[in-house]
């Protein structure tokens, strides 16, 4: 693999980096920011000079020279519509992620990093008559979070107003379907697997011949128990929750996002943690290791019977997936329907530089996002 590449990945107080070289990880950086830093901007949307000049700092601190960068990857952010893929970073796309259009989220910075470095690259090598290796460098986003592929009869919810959407893992999972192909010596996408995504939250996801055809919501409420979601709650007492008058508005999302699962029951969101409660005798946490095992488990079956049964592999994957006791429960479980493999942990900046090569050595396809239109494949 040839040629140098720069990843993007904003988050609220953090600006995590990764430099690769001809394929090689250089270095994988997180940048803090203090609170007395952020606290001068009203938004994360407004920090964007300031996060740029600690990326070019940081860069000439490693020697790097920002006119050997050719590509600049960044972390998606919450746009619609789109396909799972590829997209160069054009004005449609700065303008939805700047206006939160689609959702706020400090991933929507990434992208305009990307773009606003990618730019200033341009022009010092144009000011000092450098001839690029592969072109114009141009920034990019992969897979991102709100990628909609599902079929028609997986988006329709009970009453017209409860349309499914979707928001997940993608990046992730889409990077351990292309490894579990590599692994088993596909040539092409031809597989449909489900991959489980396992962390704070969890989507759990079809992929059929290199689409996204069913997944859960991971932010929404939409999903299994997570160690800080509450997951799918019964209505009415949710209902009653919402009116009872004890609570606003962002306490109840707070208690099903953030506060719920292993938060609720522990006050710990990690579960190893509660492995170590269950272990030492504790029955509640027995029977929340039995009760996530079993949700992740169902959801993984449903997506089953959107495929008919014909399920390829079963892939686990995400933080919780180092967990062998709650892996082995789970192949256990969900064994029957098909093989089931363990991809542990997750790396966002590694592959984000996979997809940066994908496009460097002309093996992806680069969509063009518009704001208006459903991207065709």
């Not at 040629?3 to 430099?19: A, F, H, M, R, W």
């Not at 860069?59 to 619609?80: H, N």
């Not at 686990?316 to 180092?322: D, F, M, R, V, Y």
């Amino acid at each position: 693999m040839k040629g140098n590449i720069l990843v993007i990945n904003t988050g609220s107080t953090t600006t995590k980096l990764g430099y690769y070289s001809d394929g090689e990880r250089v270095f994988d950086e997180k940048l803090e920011h203090t609170a007395d830093e952020v606290a001068k901007y009203k938004s994360v949307m407004d920090q964007s000079d300031m996060r740029r000049m600690a990326i070019k700092a940081f860069m000439k601190k490693k020697g790097i020279p920002l006119e050997d960068v050719d590509i600049v990857m960044a972390r998606g952010g919450l746009i619609t519509p789109v396909i799972t893929g590829v997209y160069n970073v054009n004005q449609d796309m700065r303008d939805v992620l700047f206006s939160g259009r689609d959702g706020v989220h400090a991933c929507n910075l990434s992208a305009i990093l990307a773009d606003d470095i990618a730019h200033e690259i341009n022009e010092i090598r144009a000011d000092k008559g450098l001839e690029p290796r592969f072109g114009t460098t141009t920034a990019y986003i992969a897979d991102p979070p709100m990628a909609d592929e599902m079929l028609p009869e997986c988006k329709m919810g009970g009453i017209p107003e409860f349309t499914r959407k979707t928001l997940f893992h993608a990046l992730n999972s889409r990077a351990i379907v292309r490894r579990y192909l590599k692994e088993h010596g596909h040539k092409v996408n031809d597989v449909t697997v489900v991959v489980a995504h396992m962390g704070g939250g969890a989507t759990i996801s079809l992929h059929r011949n290199g689409k996204v055809i069913d997944v859960n919501h991971g932010l929404g409420g939409d999903g299994p128990i997570t160690p800080e979601r509450a997951g799918c709650c019964p209505p009415f007492e949710l209902i009653d929750m919402c009116f009872s008058g004890k609570y606003t508005k962002e306490e109840v999302k707070k208690k099903l996002v953030g506060r719920g699962g292993a938060v609720a029951y522990f006050g710990t969101n990690s579960m190893l943690d509660v492995e170590n409660m269950a272990d030492a005798g504790n029955e509640l946490a027995i029977t929340f290791l039995k009760a996530y095992v079993l949700n992740i488990c169902k959801y993984i079956a449903s997506m089953s019977a959107t495929a008919d049964g014909k399920v390829d592999a079963i892939l686990l994957t995400g933080g919780i997936a180092h967990s062998k006791k709650l892996m082995d429960d789970i192949k256990a479980k969900i064994g029957f329907i098909a093989p089931v493999e363990v991809f542990p942990g997750e790396d966002e900046i590694a592959s984000l530089a996979e997809n940066g090569y994908l496009i460097l050595s002309g093996q992806t396809k680069i969509h063009t996002y518009n704001k208006d239109h459903i991207i065709e494949d």
